[in-house]
Nanobody, 114 residues
Framework: QVQLRESGGGLVQPGGSLRLSCAAS??????MGWYRQVTGKQRELIAH???????NYAESVKGRFTISGENALNTVYLQMNSLKPEDTAVYYC??????????WGQGTQVTVSS
């Protein structure tokens, strides 16, 4: 059983930066994704990393956000730069382990506002 714990959200001004962390425990991680969700909208995949090093980003964050991992993806980070008000959302990490996906963290709120 995989447990995920996100941290690092908060309030930041437009143009600012935040780094989110997702700490995994319970089993080895094959891949991790960062999602975000605005109330009333679908959860959106914005960044994804695999243990083999494959990385992908949504167009909306490409060039501004960076996903990285350490300790065989037991901790995955999302560095968010040049934040915009439209980046305001609850951010979630989701993990795959032993070919099973759908392990979710509790979410962390990111608010970009002046």
């Amino acid at each position: 059983q995989v447990q995920l714990r996100e941290s690092g959200g908060g309030l930041v001004q437009p143009g600012g930066s935040l780094r989110l962390s997702c700490a995994a425990s319970g089993s080895s991680i094959d891949a991790m994704g960062w999602y975000r969700q605005v109330t009333g909208k679908q959860r959106e995949l914005i960044a994804h990393i695999t243990r083999s090093g494959s990385i992908n980003y949504a167009e909306s964050v490409k060039g501004r956000f960076t996903i990285s991992g350490e300790n065989a993806l037991n901790t995955v980070y999302l560095q968010m730069n040049s934040l915009k008000p439209e980046d305001t959302a609850v951010y979630y990490c989701e993990a795959c382990s032993d070919y099973v996906c759908g392990y979710w963290g509790q979410g962390t709120q990111v608010t970009v506002s002046s």
